[in-house]
């Protein structure tokens, strides 16, 4: 029972998908050991393919059908965990074979948004800059890390953030430390006049005691927001990193935990629209099964107005973090959703906050 348990809880944690292919390969040209190879690169190029349907629209998977065939379906074992034989069958002139595969649908959602991203020259101008700094004695250094973790995790969350280059850049002018220490006009002017709309400035504190060992250590960030078309701090946090092997700290935990909070400003200021699409964080507990998640990512995603929904994170207990892009009025997708039948499962709204929604599978 353990172990069934503990092979769910993986399946959730990872994103996978379970899907099946076919492929039948004549012998006349090739040896038997030549076919079953074939035979499984098609197999599991078919289930790869059959997995698609649920990390892009049908009119993408069409538009971009040449760059999917070479990019994904020419090597689908990139995307494959594992996978087991429903049946194999040597016949007078070819082999027959089918399989049912794990498929990592995190990996197939990312490459699949890669095709669809257009190229750097046809891009938009970034509009929001993220700049993790530390202060040193003779000026102030960009934590390059934490800088690219939460770079990636705002462009997942369809933002539009500049790169590292931009962000060493603006670090560089004199009136960065100004802006750091409350006086932010001058770098909202320079950024401004690179089309960037939103500053997060990152000041990071090491407070640990120099005769604390590097498992105990201490460190925080005072995180300001800065709207460059107001030339003003909007907002200002404080977040402490894990305390865990916070000097070594966990990056990624660290870059989710930071992005939530950013969201939550962006949201609360009416500001998420002017640096990308609007997101929403959607939690739901009760989710006891692979069917059940299986059937609510579904519905998420085929509700109008919802441009992508992501698996954030699965937690034990059966709960569930989906992060999504939405364009509609919020209240109404809370509304559909509670009203949701034909479903082995209801939908009940337990708790809203900003950019949060909470609800529970009864």
């Given amino acids: 029972m353990l172990l069934l348990v503990l092979a769910a809880s993986l399946l959730w944690a990872e994103d996978l998908g379970i899907f099946t292919g076919e492929a039948t390969v004549s012998l006349a040209n090739l040896n038997l050991s030549a076919a079953k190879k074939k035979a499984t690169t098609i197999a599991l190029a078919q289930a790869v393919e059959k997995a698609l349907g649920q990390v892009a629209a049908p009119a993408d998977l069409e538009r971009k059908k ?56 046809a891009r938009e101008r970034p509009r929001l800059a993220v700049i993790p700094f530390h202060r040193k004695q003779q000026g102030v250094a960009l934590d390059a890390d934490l800088e690219k973790a939460l770079r990636d995790r705002l462009s997942a969350g369809h933002q539009s953030p500049a790169d590292a280059e931009t962000a060493e850049l603006l670090l560089a002018l004199p009136a960065f430390m100004a802006a750091a220490d409350g006086s932010p006009q001058d770098l909202a002017h320079a950024a401004a006049g690179q089309g960037i709309r939103l500053l997060v400035l990152l000041d990071l504190h090491d407070e640990t005691p120099p005769d604390v060992d590097d498992v105990s250590c201490k460190e925080t960030a005072t995180v300001r927001l800065i709207d460059t078309q107001s030339a003003a701090e909007v907002d200002h946090f404080s977040y402490t990193f894990p305390a865990d092997r916070a000097c070594a700290r966990t990056v990624d935990q660290a870059a989710q935990e930071l992005y939530a909070g950013v969201t939550e400003v962006l949201n609360r200021h009416g500001l998420a629209g002017a640096t990308g699409s609007p997101a929403l964080l959607i939690e739901v507990d009760g989710v006891h099964s692979f069917a059940r998640l299986q059937e609510l990512q579904t519905l998420l995603r085929r509700h109008a107005g919802m441009q992508a929904v992501d698996l954030d994170s699965f937690q034990p207990g059966g709960r569930v973090v989906f992060h999504a892009i939405f364009t509609g009025p919020v ?3 809370i509304d559909d959703l509670q009203k949701a ?22």
Avoid: C, M, W
């Fill in 66 to 121: 040449k760059a999917i065939k070479e990019r994904i379906l020419a090597d689908p074992q990139r995307f494959v965990v594992s996978f087991s034989v429903l049946q194999s069958e040597e016949r007078a002139t070819e082999y027959y074979l089918s399989v049912e595969a794990r498929i990592r649908l995190d990996a197939l959602r990312e490459e699949i948004q890669a095709i669809l991203t257009p190229p750097p020259t």
């Fill in 331 to 333: 209240e109404q997708l």
């Fill in 341 to 362: 039948r034909d479903l082995a499962f209801r939908i009940k709204l337990v708790g809203q906050h900003d950019n949060v929604l909470q609800f529970t599978l009864e």
